[in-house]
């Protein structure tokens, strides 16, 4: 914005010239302003993760005080990686969680999305009705579908399923992983739905004006012309909607409480578990190491892909 | 004449299915609202029933169960903890934009932007050993401080990108009329951005709200907010499915209005305005 102002400056400089100084020397004023903000965040955020590293290092379990608080180099670690049987599946469960919630809602969201942009009698209303399911207090609204739609005996998807032949099903014992996914592709259903709407506002009239005129049908206008302009929210959505799905944990916690065995359990709400179920917090400060790593490979691999496309596309 | 009929049939066709998957979509919430006003045989009837005498007999026992203290608890832990961000964060974002070079302003939004990626759990083990040191366990004033922590990161970028909206002219003025850094912000910036804070302070409550990590692991009788209550009500006291529906209701009821309120804004609050 000051650059515009500059810009305009230079035809009369005695007046605009007057004006544009302050900016300038405020600019490069020290300042402090940010930085109780910049400490409060390094004290919650930073400090509690280079404590959590500390605590990574150290054999320490809350239950058994007289073990005390060895140092252990990278046993932990070890321990995690090769000994731990559960690690890996529950690795597992969490790249199944996030990637399966984000392609369902990724897929229920975009169709939303298309259909909502149609001049509809009623489409604001609509639009504000469509994003309920990610307003609605997740923990909450997990409780509400175990109990009222998924239940064994009283839900209201078996009674539908028996329609067409399907006996009672025990969602969250036979399909507990697969339910948890549902739930979770549900509530960012509407995530996508808005990041694609906001998206589909710059795609330009003319364009599909144009491939009508060619006589492309809808399929092939979303698939050539409307998908490829849409990579930025697209890439944002993704981006996004996998950094907050691997925090589920409200939703598992309400609805299988990681189980049945670890079948639900994820890296984060493992971490949780052994924290707070079997206070081994050296364990758990490993656990929570991993899990900002893995948060932060997730991240960059995803920018890195996303950003080497679009440069193999312009070379 | 009959490619026109045609389009105008698929164009009503189109039109019923929007509004058949946005239906199907919110129905689960519709149907728990019904339920709520339930008697609890009429709630797990099957066939489900669609008429029935409604009551508010769940209504009431949701209330006499405690409603009040873990209502209370939410309030407070939402608003002053977005409060209490708002205090930082706004003059965290004016130095950003206006006073701060451009490359350490974009550092700092770099290091907001981290923060907010950083997975929660990572931090609880730390968080827990250190609260249970201080004896603040189980304490609302922790609720409070880590929900600011929480809510930080998206007030300050929000709150940037309302202020590089605001037009450059006005603040010079005040800047040559010798107005205090102080005097700028609350006299003219936050009042210009008024309606893109009030929803950013919106958007934190929400979050506040729906926090269910933080709340199960650092809460016990003291500080435990709704859903909290919620989850605890179907293991205490077995399946109550009218009265589960009706608790549940009233506590979705805050982020639904203030949600459908701050609508467009909630992508942006969510992506840090890589999307506006």
Not at chain 2, 177 to 190: E, K, M, N, P, Y
């Amino acid at each position: 914005m000051s650059q515009a102002n500059q810009a305009v400056q230079i035809p009369t400089p005695p007046v605009m010239k007057k004006r544009a100084v302050p900016t300038a020397a405020l600019r490069k004023e020290r300042t402090w302003l940010h930085l109780p903000a910049l400490a409060y965040m390094i004290v919650l955020t930073q400090i509690s993760f280079l404590l959590a590293v500390w605590f990574s290092l150290h054999s320490w379990n809350l239950l058994v005080p007289s073990e005390g608080f060895p140092f252990v180099g990278l046993a932990n670690y070890v321990n995690t990686f090769v000994n731990d049987p559960n690690f890996w599946p529950i690795m597992g469960n969490t790249l199944q969680l996030v990637a399966g919630s984000i392609i369902l809602a990724l897929i229920a969201g975009t169709v939303l999305a298309l259909l909502l942009n149609r001049p509809i009698w009623g489409r604001n209303v609509l639009r504000g009705i469509a994003t309920v399911p990610f307003l609605v207090t997740p923990s909450v609204m997990a409780l509400i579908w175990k109990d009222l739609f998924l239940s064994p005996t009283s839900g209201m998807v078996n009674w539908l399923l028996h329609f067409i032949g399907i006996p009672n099903v025990a969602w969250f014992s036979a399909f507990p992983l697969q339910s948890v996914i549902f739930i979770v592709a549900w509530e960012w259903t509407p995530f996508v739905m808005l990041v694609i709407l906001a998206g589909l506002q710059t795609v330009p009239g003319e364009v599909l004006e144009a491939a009508k005129v060619d006589g492309a049908n809808a399929f092939t206008t979303f698939w050539r012309i409307v998908f490829p302009l849409l990579r930025k929210p697209y890439q944002i959505a993704v981006l996004f909607g996998t950094i907050f799905i691997f925090q589920t944990f409200g939703e598992i916690y309400v609805t299988t409480a990681g189980g049945p065995g670890i079948s639900t359990n994820t890296l984060p709400y493992y971490t949780y578990r052994t924290a707070l179920n079997s206070f081994q917090i050296g364990q758990a400060a490993t656990l929570g190491v991993i899990g900002v790593v893995v948060a932060i490979l997730a991240a960059r691999g995803m920018l890195r892909l996303m950003t080497e496309r679009t440069e193999a596309e312009r070379g | 004449m009959v490619i026109a009929a045609i389009r105008k049939r698929s164009n009503f066709l189109w039109t019923v299915l929007t509004y058949l998957l946005v239906f199907l979509l919110v129905f689960p919430v519709l149907w728990m609202v019904l339920t709520g006003f339930k008697t609890e045989i009429a709630a797990i009837t099957i066939p489900p029933t669609l008429f029935f005498q409604p009551t508010l007999d769940q209504f009431m026992l949701a209330f006499n169960g405690g409603f009040s203290a873990y209502f209370f608890n939410s309030v407070v832990a939402a608003l002053v903890s977005t409060a209490l961000a708002l205090v930082l964060g706004i003059p965290a974002a004016y130095a950003m934009v206006f006073q701060m070079r451009k490359k350490s302003s974009d550092n700092m939004l770099f290091f907001v932007l981290s923060t907010r990626f950083m997975p929660f759990a990572a931090i609880l083990v730390p968080l827990y050993v250190i609260i249970t040191r201080l004896n603040l366990l189980d304490n609302l004033f922790t609720l409070i401080i880590v929900y600011t922590a929480m809510n930080l990161p998206l007030l300050i970028w929000m709150a940037r990108s309302y202020f590089l909206d605001l037009p450059q002219e006005v603040l010079e003025g005040a800047w040559l009329d010798g107005a205090s850094t102080l005097q700028t912000i609350v006299r003219i910036v936050v009042p210009m951005a008024a309606p893109g804070l009030a929803a950013a302070a919106l958007l934190s409550i929400i979050f506040a709200w729906n926090d269910f990590f933080f709340a199960v692991t650092l809460t016990y009788t003291n500080a435990p907010t709704l859903p909290i209550m919620v989850a605890a009500f179907t293991s205490n006291e077995g399946l109550f499915l009218a009265k589960v529906s009706a608790l549940s209701t009233l506590v979705i009821l805050v982020p639904v209005a203030i949600g459908i309120y701050a609508q467009r804004y909630l992508v942006q609050g969510l992506t840090g305005g890589a999307l506006k």
